[in-house]
């Protein structure tokens, strides 16, 4: 793709040639002849210019990239084209999904895959080796499922999904379009839910309800997502889930919500649009966090709690700044503790003075 | 089923008419016609009433169940069955049991799965697809292996257990009966031992041991329970583990043990019965957690630690009323230091005015 | 083997006949006849010592071995041959190599696995039931393709790994030699990172680079390890890693580093060689643990924070010393806001008496 077709793609100003052809991204550091790269703050431009400067000297140039992306008031002359855009770091993610886009292999259904006669399976699809898919099951167009997924009954998959290799989508879940599920994702497990009975030990609390993804999500390897114990688990539209992370049963997730690696969500809590959720999170059941929150890593939400827009951490969680005053306090712990002995100690000895004088 | 006969089979006191057919569970706000559910406290009717109130207005009822479980001291009139039984959630929970009996596939050996042929395979069992099943393991009567699941050698697993896709089982484990592992869960992998061989690294410490695992346990998605380095790893009856959750080697987990999500047990534990851990808890090895010890979410216990019964929260764990006690304290010590802070400035104001009268 | 020659390979000094033979490892406690164990430290011996003399009572003996790997300064005379090593637990580990070499199925090729034309499969390698191996990949010698393992393509497998069942390689990763990938291993998953793009939610940053597993590497179930963004995450010789682990994108981790169960480390974080990462601890992205840092369990290192060598616990991380001191100061406020409250009652009364006597 040449540099000028790229600038035009982005809808950013092309400064110098246009006619270089361009087949990859890649790192500042990293990018060679024919690779674009991008500078995301201005702040990073004047190392970059002492680059240039070591560089003109021992006549090795450090940054070989044949474009940078930059921001709109980056004016360093460079020795190369650059295109000028409001987000550079957007506007690469851009670009690389055009120059690189997914490898996906050619439709196909493999001859092992053990597909139910009743399931419909759309246009352009690949289903790879080992396979399964249910009764009544309805795979979308262009939908790629990987190698050992394990799709149940009656569950409904749309266009354009990536179910990787080893996932498992229980009986009627319900996936939308454009979804990832990375390897070993399992949706619509039975929710953890029990009632005790006495001496004999727990009886299971019925999880009869479903999981419905909608458009445009994406979740990590071996992450879980229960469904409802009576209805419905949800993961709204655009809404991104790293590895490792439990979603329990009933939990309602928002749009465009990010979680990361390792948290978990307890039973019927909700978690409004626009979240920020760190790793190793965890919410207790029936909490409420409300849209805009961001919560710092390793932070924990109460049972029940309402957990307002603004920044948060610690357990219970807390406002970032809140939190950040007590773990002031409590470093000062000590120094505090010897500068009220100190002054008690003062005043007592002016005491004695005192006392003496008298 | 009809209402007079869910009575019966529940044990409870039927109050209205018995003839309604019920063919599902429903939670309270969802439940059509033809469905039951159940209030579990008492604090909730009035809440109903109200409801009550608001349909007569606009003639639309909100309840639209045809039978609901009530405690036994429910007294409210309400315009449908409903069978008073001593606990209505375990009540509910026994009723959806019958109501919703789990969606076994017919028994089948699939054509493809891999079986040795000095396998013991029961009565009435299912293997799935891409099932393996290795030498002289035995599957017992009525139990589910779904697919894509892997049964290693040696292995014993009971009557009645359902085994999910993608479950895989190591050589020697034993496995009881009405067990449950849900996707992707792993028993009987190496445990994390090593011992250092100076600059060389670590050599493994030997991983021979086994896991056993006892009747009625339900293990969750993708949960890991490690064999014995020597001995066994050791999960009791009618204990139930969420996803995601690590037991290590040498652990033993007594009955009617509750573990929540990602919680992870470090070697040689003990969990004695009755004990409910929540998400998210670590625990250091050879700990003991005494039988009716209730552990809070994102608990740290350290190695050797004994945990009483009672109620314990935090890193390290404490008492639960400690806990909060300590917590309280640490919230009021800006509060603490401006008011000592005051109270010193006052005395020495007041030894100035002594000074000066003096 | 025989005694005498179990004393040869270990290198240590054998005290008492030597002719019986070894079959097995076990723990002091269940070791039988023909069985051989280990006792760690000197400070066991009395124990061993009280259990002979109850033994020579009731004449049953407690320790069953033929033999035991003991200290060099162990000189307690016991009834059966002892072999003094330098370090016993080590020396048990490496003979129970010897005992107990790990139970790999002979070389085969399963019919059902689906390997690609191009794939080089090495000599006596063992391919599984239900395998896939990619376009251009290839699998070294002696190693070993669990039942239902999945390798993409372009995927480089060095000689004597183990990759257990239902393992996923995604294309392009590269596995050193003797690597132990246990069940549910991920490997090369895309890294959790996006752009926001305003109201249109987030846009997948580019996600393009790849895994490199070194040499002597072992890593627990279910544990995921992305590929590098752009560059590569890599995992050093030596290195092992417990069970449901979270390795991100463009992570560095170096040789004999040992992490265990349910850690997170975010995206370019480098730990360098030698460090010890306790289970549940959670790192920022572009962290620096230095070599010989000590990590303890459900610790928090913050983005960007370097940690030193030495021992560190909490969140955000301190050193242990540190770390101790404050929270025995946050045990001890109680006490010390009643000492304080004492103190100043105390002056205001001797106040109130000088002034009366003033």
């Not at 990536?162 to 070993?184: F, M, P, Q, R, Y």
């Not at 390793?298 to 307002?308: C, D, Y």
Request: aromatic fraction near 4%; proline fraction near 4%; hydrophobic fraction near 40%.
């Amino acid at each position: 793709m040449r540099v000028e077709k790229i600038a035009d793609f982005l809808d950013g100003k092309l400064c110098g040639a246009g006619d270089a052809e361009i087949f990859a991204v890649a790192s500042l550091e990293k990018a060679q002849t024919n690779e674009i790269s991008f500078i995301e703050k201005i702040e990073k431009i004047e190392k970059i210019e002492n680059i240039e400067k070591i560089s003109d000297t021992i006549n090795t140039p450090q940054i070989n990239a044949s474009c940078l992306l930059v921001p709109e008031n980056f004016d360093a002359p460079l020795p190369f084209p650059v295109i000028k855009v409001k987000n550079p770091k957007l506007a690469f993610a851009k670009i690389a999904a055009v120059l690189h886009p997914p490898k996906n292999p050619a439709p196909e259904i493999h001859k092992s895959a053990v597909i139910a006669e009743n399931a419909l399976i759309g246009k352009d699809v690949f289903v790879g080796a080992f396979v399964c898919v249910g009764e009544n099951s309805r795979i979308g167009d262009r939908t790629q499922v990987r190698a050992g997924a394990k799709i149940g009954a009656g569950v409904k998959i749309g266009d354009g999904c990536t179910i990787h290799s080893n996932v498992c989508v229980e009986d009627d879940c319900v996936i939308g379009d454009n979804v990832i599920l990375h390897a070993g994702v399992c949706i619509g497990a039975d929710g953890f839910g029990y009632v005790r009975d006495g001496e004999r030990g727990y009886v299971k609390f019925p999880q009869i309800g479903t999981v419905i993804i909608e458009d445009d999500v994406e979740i990590g390897v071996n992450t879980c997502i229960d469904k409802g114990a009576l209805g419905e688990t949800r993961i709204g539209r655009g809404t991104k889930i790293d590895n490792l992370v439990q979603i329990a049963h009933n939990v309602k997730i928002g749009e465009r919500v990010i979680i990361a690696a390792q948290t978990g969500i307890s039973g019927s809590t909700v978690i409004e649009d626009d979240c920020i959720i760190g790793g190793q999170v965890g919410m207790g059941d029936h909490a409420l966090v409300k849209s805009g929150a961001i919560i710092g890593s390793q932070a924990g939400v109460l049972p029940g709690k309402i957990v307002r827009a603004g920044v948060w951490w610690g357990t219970p969680v807390q406002p970032l700044d809140e939190y950040k005053r007590q773990n002031a306090r409590v470093k000062g712990l000590g120094r505090l503790k010897e500068e009220i002995k100190e002054e008690i100690k003062e005043l007592k000895k002016q005491m004695v003075g005192l006392g003496r004088t008298h």
